[in-house]
């Protein structure tokens, strides 16, 4: 299998429909040989990279939305009209999402298509990166649809966002409506089971098996999309594919292993390849992968900070503040006594942290709340236990946090403000449960509470695009 080779990307952010493949080869020759071929793939995970989406931007959008952290800049650079729930679709960020977002999925249209005729690589390469193409296609969706239209749960039928699944190599293509939300979502699921048949079980080296798709990636993804649409079933079905029935829970399919690491503490010190990491965007040592300063996690998080720990947020939470739970390591105290998080903690530029998509951890408790869901409290109590015995291994629940369903989905989503602390899945969780964003306190003031009903519940549709698309309905 070709290796990864991230090529320098400069942003088209402001091209909402990029329809140039990303080599410096012109587009008749792009994908004419078997290493102009692998470079397009390469292309899909650099887009992934961006500095806007999942190399950093992205996660801190969404911790800025939610209620787990203060702002301390009030400079429409740092997003602190994002903090403070009142962006326009006007704003940068809102288009720079969008934008990416849809370079992506173009560009897997365009690959997907070229495969589909290729004789430059063998048949088996090119079902590899079709399904990788599907995968990268899926998780743009899916952080679409969460981000710029209602929750699944709230109306699955109203607008989603278009659903662009063939290739855009010339302009004058933009006008399409906007499919309703499932159909989006069963697009997400449609290509994740594809992607799940036609993806190898392992690569070649640990850096792989964490930075490109693999079956048991498209599997954990699929976890977190039925959970938003609260088919907990499917959930289970598919939790089940790469969960052992007991523990120690952990998956092992040829040269990979799935599970928990021992310490909590090392997924985010340097073992960025270990077990647990079952998707992930790498930095590696290359100046042509260093995200701009102000979008990248180490900064926002602690090295200016940005956004600071609030402190009616889950820092208050007993587990993160005793010397029992590792997690409490990873929180400390700047020298204005605020308490700031250091999961991502090269501090200093070039900042080279790598950015967990997906975690092992998250296909525990995806599988636990779903088993809670269907009243299965004592596999749901035995799978929490493990996640938090991991990080303190003499912790014992108490009896009234799990003995009854509610009572063990509210300790289970609380275990899930801990755990994943900073890594942007605050948001998702507050929506696909229909809850309302709570006020949150910084040092720039007071971000009011958002109701679901409010219209900055979620992103406006940015003005690039309906200036563009005429077939675009806005938000109202």
């Known amino acids: 299998m070709v290796a990864l080779l991230f090529f320098s990307f400069s942003s088209c952010e402001k091209d909402l429909l990029d329809t140039t493949p990303k080599t410096s080869i012109a587009e008749d020759d792009a994908y004419s040989t078997a290493g102009k071929m692998a470079a397009q793939v390469n292309y899909l995970y650099k887009l992934l990279q961006n500095q806007s989406f999942y190399g ?41 999402v969008w934008s990416v977002c849809y370079t992506a999925i173009n560009a897997s249209n365009i690959l997907i298509d070229k495969l589909n005729t290729t004789t430059v690589v ?56 906007r499919s309703s939300i499932d159909v989006i979502y069963k697009q997400i699921v449609d290509d994740l089971d594809q992607a799940e048949t036609d993806l190898p079980d392992s690569y070649s080296s640990s850096l792989l098996n964490v930075s490109r798709a693999k079956k048991s990636t498209a599997i954990a993804l699929k976890t977190r999309v039925y959970l938003v649409q609260q088919k907990y079933d499917k959930v289970i079905d598919e939790a089940k594919k790469i969960v052992s029935l007991t523990a120690p829970y952990q998956y092992t399919s040829g040269t990979i292993t799935h599970q928990l690491e021992s310490s909590f503490n090392v997924i985010f010190t340097g073992s960025y390849t270990g077990n647990e990491a079952l998707f992930s965007i790498p930095f590696a040592n290359s100046t042509t992968e260093t995200p701009a300063s102000q979008s990248s996690l180490a900064f926002n ?52 942290d790598y950015v967990p998509v997906i975690r092992y951890a998250e296909v525990l408790l995806n599988y636990a709340e779903a088993k809670a869901k269907n009243n299965d409290l004592t596999t749901a109590a035995n799978v929490l236990t493990a996640v938090r015995n991991r990080s303190n ?13 509610a009572a063990l989905i509210a300790t289970l989503w609380n275990e899930r403000r801990i755990e994943f602390l900073g890594e942007g899945m605050r948001l998702m969780d507050l929506q696909r449960n229909l809850q309302t964003i709570p006020a949150k306190k910084g040092a720039i003031g007071t971000a009011p509470l958002v109701l679901v009903s409010s219209s900055n519940y979620i992103w406006p549709i940015p003005s690039g695009e309906i200036s563009t698309n005429k077939l675009m309905v806005p938000n109202p």
């Open 301 to 352: 998080y602690v090295g200016q900070p940005i956004i600071v720990l609030a402190t009616d947020g889950i820092a208050k939470d007993p587990a993160l503040n005793t010397t029992a739970d590792a997690r409490a390591t990873l929180i400390a105290t700047n020298s204005a006594n605020q308490k700031i998080l250091k999961k991502f903690n090269i501090s200093t530029a070039p900042f080279r």
């Open 393 to 405: 291994p003499s912790y014992v629940f108490p009896t009234n946090a799990i003995d009854t369903q």
């Open 122 to 177: 063998t048949d088996a390469v090119a079902k590899n990166y079709r399904a990788e193409a599907r995968f990268v296609r899926a998780l743009c969706y899916l952080s679409l649809v969460q981000t710029y239209a209602k929750p699944y749960a709230l109306d699955k039928n109203g607008l989603g966002v278009p659903l662009r699944l063939t290739p855009v190599t010339e302009a004058g293509n933009n006008d399409l409506a």
């Open 56 to 96: 950093g931007r992205y996660i801190v959008f969404n911790e800025q939305r939610a209620d787990e952290f203060g702002q301390n800049d009030g400079n429409a650079a740092a997003g602190s009209a994002v903090w403070n729930q009142n962006v326009g679709s006007t704003n940068d960020f809102v288009n720079n």
